[in-house]
């Protein structure tokens, strides 16, 4: 992972690089804890301190999950490592050049259950046009392309949202007992 760190800090392919970002913020969190967190991409405070999700949105994600005793066990990333200007939605492109490095991070931990949080993020990995309020809640398979490594996946709303719109919390709880349901062994998926 360190490695894997110094590689996205050197790495020139992504367009989002050269336009404003003040450095690269790859992850936060235990590299050895059962579960994953994809979110979006770095914003202005991301971008100052080169940690994901450390701004209000982030505290809120911190809370959500230190309710649901998860806290300890996340990985966060995101899907690109550049702030894009004026905190626009990274382009698929841009989370294309940045792919590899998140499945490789994927492969490297190998964790027992993947939160995307937020459309951008689900779009991305889920490789799908489907809106959030479809893909919520669902668990699908994500395998990284070059390892094979693969872990369940499911996506749900980024708390920049529910900062907006609180009386979605609701479902964002849903979505979250049902992973640690997933993390604490509680669910076999029929076939799994
Ligand atoms: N929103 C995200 O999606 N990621 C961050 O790191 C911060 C805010």
Known sequence: ????????????????????????????????????????GPGAEEDARGQPFVGKAGQLLDRILTAADLLDEAFITNTVFWRPPGNRTPTPQEQAACAPFVERTLALLKPKAVLLVGAAAAKAVLKTDDGIMRTRGQWREWRSAEDGIAAPVMATLHPAFLLRQPQAKGLVWKDILDLSARLRGEVVEPGA
């Open 1 to 40: 992972l360190d490695e894997l760190a110094e590689a996205i800090a050197a790495f020139e392919g992504c367009p989002l690089r050269g336009m404003g970002a003040r450095q690269a913020v790859f992850a936060r969190g235990n590299p050895q804890g059962s579960l994953m967190i994809v979110g979006e």
